[in-house]
């Protein structure tokens, strides 16, 4: 099998992670990793002893050995960079989020699109294999009709100055949800409160409304008693509860819910007709674990060669933007509804 040659650009807390599984996937090679700080140039050269060291992207851009990027830097760098990654006509995965704005990520995604390139975004989860079970689960209306959906994602730190928990935490749970459904929000509200640096939240409530009437929430912060990674998605016949916490049970189906029956005759009441609950199994399903990292980037090689797309493409990277954007902007007008509007080839927060 052909490898793609990937250079990895950033080598702090994921970007090692990275490294390590371009360096190990199938479907890529490691040319090399670039980043200015001289201690991490020398952790990588121990870890990667036979990969190349760069210092600035220049460096990285001129070696016809590199076909695609991985950009493992700070949201705030992703445009400039990955415009110059893509306009010398590499590849390029970004992590979560694409943007800080959906101007940026769009003008990133028309300029991959423009040059027939492969812009893909880092939203792990996609490539679990408890998510992908539990997509098939909805596709096949295990379910039944989803109704709603719930999530949670909560620690005590990584607590960071240069961005909020929400652009930080709710990339993943967003890009979850969509994939999960099919469609993206066309409507959220949303508060969010800092208590420890002002201006910054460090926790965030947001409601999210889907075109086909589904209705989510999610919740996200940095400063909770326990991790916590979960994931509720009630349907019409059963309901389901993702857990990424948990190594061995990462997936339950509940088979519960409220029933109505046509059998009048048999109720006391209009009200015991209209209404009943019922309580079944919870089955727990065997899903095998695998690195959803290195599935990530095993897909990222894979498409780059021109073979089977990803769904973590540039456009999903771009509708996840959006939403943050949209949660954004009700949260600093008070929880005032922020409507979304899309064209076929924009994409715009309308107030």
């Known amino acids: ?70 950009l493992a830097t700070p949201a705030s760098t992703h445009h400039g960079l990955g415009m110059d990654v893509l306009r010398a006509n590499r590849h390029l995965m970004v992590e979560k989020p694409l943007s800080e704005t959906v101007a940026h990520a769009q003008e990133l995604v028309d300029e991959a699109d423009s040059r027939g390139l492969l812009l893909m975004v880092g939203h792990t989860f996609l490539y679990s294999n408890p998510v992908k079970h539990l997509k098939n689960w909805i596709d096949t209306r295990e379910l039944g009709a989803v109704q709603y959906l719930y999530s949670q994602r909560l620690s005590l730190g990584r607590i960071r100055r240069d961005t909020n928990a929400l652009w930080n935490f709710a990339p993943h749970d967003i890009s979850i949800m969509n994939h999960l459904l099919g469609e993206t929000p066309v409507e959220v509200t949303a508060k969010g409160f800092s208590f420890i640096q002002q201006g910054i939240d460090d926790v965030c409530f947001a409601s999210l409304t889907y075109p086909s009437g589904i209705g989510a929430n999610l919740h996200v912060s940095w400063i909770d008693p326990r991790k916590t990674r ?86 999903h990277g771009l509708e996840v933007v959006q939403v943050l954007a949209a949660i954004d902007a009700s949260a600093q007008d008070g929880g005032r509804p922020v409507s979304i509007d899309r064209g076929p080839t924009d994409v715009a927060i309308a107030a």
């Open 1 to 70: 099998m052909t490898t793609i040659g990937t250079a990895v650009i950033g080598y702090g807390y994921w970007g090692v992670n990275l490294a390590r599984n371009v360096a190990g996937a199938d479907s890529t090679h490691l040319v090399g990793v670039c980043d200015p700080d001289p201690d991490r140039q020398a952790v990588l050269a121990q870890n990667h002893p036979d990969a190349d060291v760069w210092s600035n992207l220049d460096q990285v851009l001129a070696d016809e050995r590199v076909e695609a990027v991985v």
């Open 230 to 315: 979960l994931m509720t998605v009630v349907g019409d016949e059963k309901m389901a509860i993702y857990n990424d916490v948990s190594a061995d049970q990462p997936l339950w189906m509940v088979d519960s819910g409220v029933a109505r029956d046509s059998t009048l005759g048999e109720y006391e009441s209009l009200g015991d007709f209209q209404w009943r609950t019922r309580a079944g199994d919870i089955s727990i399903p065997r899903v095998p674990m695998v690195e959803p990292l290195r599935a990530e980037i095993n897909a990222f090689g894979v498409a780059a060669a021109g073979g089977e797309p990803v769904p973590t493409d540039g456009r």
